[in-house]
T-cell receptor, first 114, second 114 residues
Framework: KQEVTQIPAALSVPEGENLVLNCSFTDSAIYNLQWFRQDPGKGLTSLLLIQSSQREQTSGRLNASLDKSSGRSTLYIAASQPGDSATYLCAGDAGGTSYGKLTFGQGTILTVHP | EAGVAQSPRYKIIEKRQSVAFWCNPISGHATLYWYQQILGQGPKLLIQFQNNGVVDDSQLPKDRFSAERLKGVDSTLKIQPAKLEDSAVYLC????????????FGSGTRLTVV
């Protein structure tokens, strides 16, 4: 059974810092990996998708990478801002008949203070 | 484009009562998902529909939970009877098909069982 661990569970940083969130899977056979953002009382918003043939994705100040050999992913946030405060979740699927069946980590709660 | 609509936003019931949640996905999205998110945890997939057929319900507690997607559009998730451990946010998500990996999540229904 696939399990996903996110480290740290919570992170509080001053505005402007660069930070790294980590995600690891017990089964490294990850086909696609996504990072989501969840704001209080809201649904999930997809930030970055790393598909099977890819190893890295970038969007603005966000960069996500996936090391399939180790089953580890990192989300890098550059020059953090208070608006980045949210819970960040990683999720993966195993492809094949598991298309769309995402297994989520428990999330990292990020607080960026001015 | 309208988002995924869910109702109600909040529900408080006593244990052993029944409750139903409703989801209206994005128009044209064939795949619909119900996730359960317990406080402090990542979402867990309960059931996945492709049009009006069930693709995966392996993690749905079928003795008390049921779901349907009549006509391949709206979906209803029911719990009967509810237990204290069912307290969670129930998230609905949709995607064009299971292989597109572009999910849109609703804001969820927060259920409290007392």
């Amino acid at each position: 059974k696939q399990e996903v661990t996110q480290i740290p569970a919570a992170l509080s940083v001053p505005e402007g810092e660069n930070l790294v969130l980590n995600c690891s899977f017990t089964d490294s056979a990850i086909y696609n990996l996504q990072w989501f953002r969840q704001d209080p009382g809201k649904g999930l918003t997809s930030l970055l998708l790393i598909q099977s043939s890819q190893r890295e994705q970038t969007s603005g100040r966000l960069n996500a990478s996936l090391d399939k050999s180790s089953g580890r992913s990192t989300l890098y946030i550059a020059a953090s801002q208070p608006g980045d405060s949210a819970t960040y979740l990683c999720a993966g699927d195993a492809g094949g008949t598991s298309y769309g069946k995402l297994t989520f980590g428990q999330g990292t709660i990020l607080t960026v203070h001015p | 484009e309208a988002g995924v609509a869910q109702s109600p936003r909040y529900k408080i019931i006593e244990k052993r009562q029944s409750v139903a949640f409703w989801c209206n996905p994005i128009s044209g999205h064939a795949t619909l998902y119900w996730y359960q998110q317990i406080l402090g945890q990542g979402p867990k997939l309960l059931i996945q529909f492709q049009n009006n057929g069930v693709v995966d319900d392996s993690q749905l507690p079928k003795d008390r939970f049921s779901a349907e997607r009549l006509k391949g559009v709206d979906s209803t998730l029911k719990i009967q009877p509810a237990k204290l451990e069912d307290s969670a946010v129930y998230l609905c998500a949709s995607s064009l098909t299971a292989g597109t990996y572009r999910y849109t999540f609703g804001s969820g229904t927060r259920l409290t069982v007392v």
